[in-house]
């Protein structure tokens, strides 16, 4: 373990300054710290199997990995990428201050949003959403980090835009002047923040890391993660979720479920006490369930595995 906190990342852009500005907080904090970006890793001589260890996430799995052999200490993420169960004995040891909670269209003129358009995203919920707010366009699939993905849609003359999240074009400079905010998008769950996790083994880094923890954002995000951990039962889907406080008493929530062509959408909106943010998430998902959510569930699940 030691007394410097190795700090896991992946190599992208993104990835890096996120690892950066945990590694910079520590710093203030009087620790020592080392930068570790980890490549992918590929076959592994692990005991058991990842699954077992419930290791999922396609984002996280290399930096679980990692951290299970106890090649870093702790691992920063963006939190809306981390599957709602984490992996056997790492633990979410903070949540940082809440960037842009929000998706923007970059695009190249907006003339084509009465008429017909070509959105790319290669999110389900982004997909669904837009298709539901503009039934007339057509979505193409749109993979890749940040930068990746603005390249490509220079590239591709016949798009008319592509969606992304606020919080990581603006983390790295590159949000350009043509973009519009689609606050009537509802985000992902925990979109805008990012999470520190540790092994739970690790007291040194853990007391170290719960320091940065941002006690406003750690609690929406429960919220949101619930809402998200009920619905999903472990299959993707167009899910959507926000809390924000209103004032130091009340937070407000949306979250919502949509069919993967956006044609159905099923949504809960309510306030609450903050006292009451444990168990919010899951109630209204519960709710969103009984509202036709359980059959429109098994039907993505079963349009998705073909
Ligand atoms: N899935 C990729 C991903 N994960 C986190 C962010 C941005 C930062 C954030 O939302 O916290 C992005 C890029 C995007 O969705 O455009």
């Not at 842009?100 to 695009?107: E, F």
């Not at 190249?108 to 669904?128: M, N, P, Q, W, Y």
């Not at 999240?165 to 923040?193: F, S």
């Not at 004032?247 to 009451?276: C, Q, Y």
């Amino acid at each position: 373990m030691g007394t410097t906190i190795r700090i896991g990342t992946r190599d992208s852009e993104l990835a890096l300054w996120q690892a950066n500005t945990v590694k910079d907080k520590l710093e203030a904090l009087g620790y020592k710290t080392q930068l570790l970006p980890v490549k992918s890793t590929g076959d592994l001589n692990l005991d058991q199997p990842l699954y077992e260890m419930g290791i999922t996430g396609i984002f996280t799995k290399t930096l679980d990995i990692a951290m299970v052999k106890g090649e870093i200490d702790i691992a920063v993420h963006s939190m809306k990428d981390v599957p709602t169960a984490l992996p056997k004995g790492i633990v979410q040891a903070a949540v940082l201050p809440r960037a842009n909670v929000h998706d923007i269209l970059i695009h190249k003129g907006l003339d084509f949003l009465a008429s017909e358009g070509v959105i790319a995203t290669g999110s389900l919920r982004r997909k669904a959403q837009w298709l539901n707010q503009y039934p007339f366009h057509k979505i193409v699939n749109l993979r890749g980090n940040v930068n990746t993905r603005l390249q490509k849609l220079q590239d591709n003359q016949d798009w008319n835009g592509a969606i992304f999240a606020a919080a990581g074009l603006e983390r790295i400079n590159l949000k350009p002047e043509n973009h519009t905010v689609l606050d009537w998008m509802t985000p992902a769950p925990a979109q805008g923040a990012m999470l520190i996790v540790v092994n739970e083994s690790n007291s040194y880094a853990k007391e170290a890391v719960e320091k940065l923890n941002d006690e406003k954002t750690a609690m929406c995000v429960h919220v949101e993660r619930e809402f998200l951990r009920t619905l999903e039962g472990g299959c993707t889907a167009p899910i959507g979720a926000l809390a924000e406080f209103k004032n130091e008493e009340k937070i407000s929530f949306t979250g919502n479920l949509f069919s993967l062509d956006g044609k159905e959408k099923i949504e809960e909106k309510a306030t609450f006490n903050v006292s009451d943010y444990q168990d919010v998430g899951q109630n209204l998902a519960h709710k969103i369930l009984q509202q036709g959510g359980k059959e429109l569930m098994h039907s993505i699940k079963a349009k998705l595995e073909h």
